[in-house]
């Protein structure tokens, strides 16, 4: 009889720290037999994965190691300046946000030894606009021609002549989209009513001198002279009365 083929086999592959070999219950690793490792949540393998037995009854590769790693960090309506499966610790990323939205926390975050990042993850929080600025009687605020007004833009008030400011003369928006603080308000004594009476007024004035200085052109227009010792008008000397006056006896 010939002698059986004699049939090589490699040691139980060995556990390694959080993580383990994933195999089929065999009670023997001949060789060819092939196993695959794999880490706990939270941890990254380093090494190859995949072991075989080979015909010198050793396993084909280094055992692999299980590191601690962070988990990839995720942004709603934002972004980082990479995109890896797990992060190493020590790893830094950097956060930004898309257009719109603010950033709400530290724009960089470090992968710990223990897998969590520090500081914490930020949020990209949604940029409200404000409403145009309230108006006011008597005055106006500035920048009205902008049609956008966003968290931190400020207005300043300014009111007509005749008029002042009473309280705070600039707004800002906030963060919740709402103008602070209240707007401003225009005080003083002058009115619509003030101003048509003084118009009313002057128009009064101004027909009453120009009736009188028309009375004293017609006057002039007729022959008659004003004299200043009766304060009336007199009629013009003729020829024929200055001749009575110059030959009376």
């Known amino acids: 009889m010939f002698p059986l083929p004699s049939v090589t086999r490699c040691p139980p592959p060995p556990a390694i720290g959080h993580g383990k070999p994933r195999v089929q219950a065999l009670d023997e690793f001949t060789s060819g037999t092939s196993v695959i490792y794999h880490c706990e949540p939270g941890y990254s393998l380093l090494g190859e994965a995949s072991l075989h037995c080979t015909a010198s009854g050793a396993w084909s590769h280094p055992l692999p190691q299980c590191e601690v790693t962070c988990v990839s960090p995720a942004v709603d309506n934002g972004r980082t300046n990479g995109v890896q499966l797990a992060y190493r610790p020590r790893d830094v990323v950097l956060f930004e946000c898309d257009p719109g939205y603010n950033l709400?926390?530290?724009?960089?975050a470090q992968c710990q030894?223990?897998?969590?990042?520090?500081?914490?993850?930020p949020i990209c929080e949604r940029i409200l606009q404000c409403l145009s600025p309230p108006p006011i009687d008597h005055g106006k605020p500035s920048a009205q021609a902008l049609a956008v007004f966003t968290s931190?833009?400020?207005v300043n008030y300014s009111?007509?002549?005749?008029?002042?400011?009473?309280?705070?003369a600039s707004v800002y928006c906030t963060a919740a989209g709402t103008w602070s603080p209240l707007p401003p308000r225009c005080?003083?004594?002058y009115n619509f009513l003030s101003e048509v009476l003084?118009?009313?007024?002057?128009?009064?004035?101004?027909?009453?001198?120009?009736i009188i200085i028309w009375k004293i052109v017609s006057k002039q227009n007729t022959g008659y002279y004003y004299t200043?010792?009766?304060n009336k008008y007199h009629e013009p000397l003729t020829h024929v009365t200055e001749q009575k006056t110059s030959f009376a006896p």
């Open 104 to 108: 709400s926390g530290s724009p960089q």
């Open 113 to 121: 030894e223990d897998g969590s990042w520090d500081p914490p993850i």
């Open 152 to 154: 931190g833009m400020s």
């Open 159 to 168: 009111c007509e002549i005749g008029y002042w400011l009473t309280g705070p």
């Open 187 to 189: 005080t003083g004594s």
């Open 198 to 210: 003084g118009i009313i007024g002057g128009v009064l004035l101004l027909l009453v001198v120009i």
């Open 228 to 230: 200043h010792e009766n």
